[in-house]
């Protein structure tokens, strides 16, 4: 466990020292600052050797014939063989790619890089990571295609959509957001509509669920989780979260900001409203389907605390955030391991 202890610290201390760093009237450039703070995190899980609970599946998938259901991981994992690399090249490939996309969205729009960093790792998306690569790597190329869609270039937008849908086909789902975010409406609609949604939800899942499903496809994964700790207090921080962002809209101040809060709001919601189909799914599905709309909100909330302008709200939230998901870091990974990340080993320990 010290080993991710020293890799969340080192890379939330470099991403606060690169984001505030300046020499003269200059400061690093968005990608220089990526390439340093990423850089613990993309060696840990890059040369990592059976770690992640579907870690020996993925080497099978590797040696595999061409998967039709996700024909683009396939034709990745062909290239990576074409020139002349091995499993463990591909491995560290996928960490370069999720890392190097998802502190680009960071550095890009969050208001407090170092606290983004810290909830990659609070959240456990850094040890899901290791465990569900294919989907992850899907995910970073959609949090990514998000600045298309404050951009509004669509197109870009249904580029990236395409490509991590070959990738892992259950990101098709994120279509949704396309839509939601165009939606025009009052905030406070958006919120008074929320209870009605989750209702028909409920009602509606039978079908809903049989739909996800056949896209998900993980009724029969075995791999481990939290259903109290994490779960409930998962969904406690995403209600707390959107309703922070309701109050903090009216400190917008330009249409540039309001079109990425927007956004952001957007997908927010729809984290919240998958709820309603708990009970529904399999939990290791439902915690799968989340992913793709809950990432996101390890931008959006400093986003949002960005705009309380009382400082002692806004440090108090910030001091229970990191007791908190120090907190799940710790029940989830040290006490449950989760995705069995523990213990840790390297590529090098194992073929010496």
């Not at 600052?33 to 609970?53: C, D, E, F, M, N």
Request: glycine fraction near 6%; charged fraction near 15%.
């Amino acid at each position: 466990m010290a080993i991710y202890s020293a890799t969340c610290l080192i890379s939330i201390i470099l991403a606060w020292i690169v984001n505030h760093i300046q020499y003269g009237e200059k400061s690093p450039t968005v990608l220089v600052k990526v390439i340093i703070s990423s850089l613990p995190a993309i060696v840990i899980t890059g040369i990592r050797y059976g770690i992640g609970s579907d870690y020996f599946s993925y080497q099978g998938i590797f040696y595999s014939d061409v998967d039709f259901k996700d024909p683009l991981f396939s034709m990745f994992n062909q290239g990576i063989k074409f020139l002349g690399g091995d499993f463990y090249i591909s491995v560290f490939v996928i960490s370069v790619i999720f890392f190097t996309l998802v502190f680009l969205r960071i550095f890009e729009d969050s208001e407090y890089p170092w606290l983004s960093v810290f909830l990659l790792f609070g959240m456990i998306y850094f040890f899901t990571f290791m465990n569900a690569m294919r989907q992850f790597l899907a995910i970073s190329i959609l949090v990514y295609s998000i600045k298309y869609l404050e951009e509004k270039r669509d197109i870009l937008f249904f580029i990236c959509l395409g490509i991590a849908t070959g990738i892992h086909h259950a990101s098709a789902l994120f279509l949704i957001v396309y839509f939601i975010t165009k939606l025009r409406c009052n905030f406070k609609i958006l919120i008074l509509a929320t209870p009605l949604i989750c209702i028909l939800a409920y009602l509606g899942k039978s079908y809903i669920v049989g739909s996800l499903l056949a896209l998900m496809n993980y009724s029969d994964y075995t791999g481990t989780s939290v259903v109290g700790f994490r779960t409930v207090g998962g969904f406690l921080w995403q209600i707390i979260l959107t309703i922070l962002a309701c109050f903090a809209y009216r400190n917008v101040t330009s249409k540039d900001e309001e079109n990425k809060y927007r956004v952001y709001f957007g997908i927010q919601l729809l984290s919240v409203w998958i709820y309603s189909l708990w009970g529904g799914i399999n939990e290791n599905e439902i915690i799968r389907l989340l992913a793709y709309f809950q990432f996101p909100s390890i931008i959006f909330a400093p986003i949002v605390l960005k705009k309380i302008k009382i400082s002692s709200l806004k440090n108090f939230i910030i001091l229970l955030m990191v007791v908190y998901f120090s907190a799940n870091i710790f029940i989830s990974i040290a006490v449950n391991n989760e995705n069995e990340t523990l213990p840790y080993e390297t590529v090098f320990e194992q073929l010496r």
